[in-house]
């Protein structure tokens, strides 16, 4: 008789409560720094391409990543709860691969810079390219002005 165990190799603590109010907390702290808001969706996204491009922005925009239950609480999910006229909205987008974004730039440099990043996040490898615009209108963003 054979028995076979599974034995996890990699020890990760699960993220609780208090992760969980700090990224709220950080998203709020956001959302009264800038003056848009913005949500995305990917496809694919290679993490290192993000980061270089994450990086480059760093001094006018701040990304969101993760849980987008977690976000959605951060911006509010009803008109009741939002933080700001409209967030809901954004909160609404979120969904499946997604992310949010703040800044202060005009709407015509996001617009530019999103068609940048759309040829910057290139497909991975074994996966069938689309049109780069194709990626640029999944990428682009429904923009709530605040």
């Given at each position: ?89 954004v909160s609404k ?13 005009p709407k015509e ?38």
């Open positions: 008789m054979l028995i076979c165990h599974a034995i996890t190799l990699s020890k990760t603590k699960k993220q609780g409560r208090e992760h969980k109010e700090n990224v709220v907390n950080s998203i709020r702290d956001a959302i009264e720094k800038y003056d848009s808001a913005y949500a995305f969706t990917f496809e694919n996204m290679r993490n290192l391409k993000f980061k270089e491009f994450r990086e480059q922005l760093k001094s006018s925009i701040r990304f969101f990543l993760g849980s987008n239950k977690v976000m959605q609480v951060a911006l509010g999910r009803s008109v009741a709860d939002e933080i700001r006229p409209g967030l809901h909205k987008l979120l969904r499946g691969d997604s992310g949010t974004y703040f800044t202060s730039l440099d996001i617009q530019r810079l999103t068609f940048k990043w759309s040829i910057l996040l290139t497909l991975k490898k074994g996966f069938e390219a689309k049109l780069v615009i194709d990626v640029n209108l999944r990428l682009l963003l429904r923009c709530i002005m605040l």
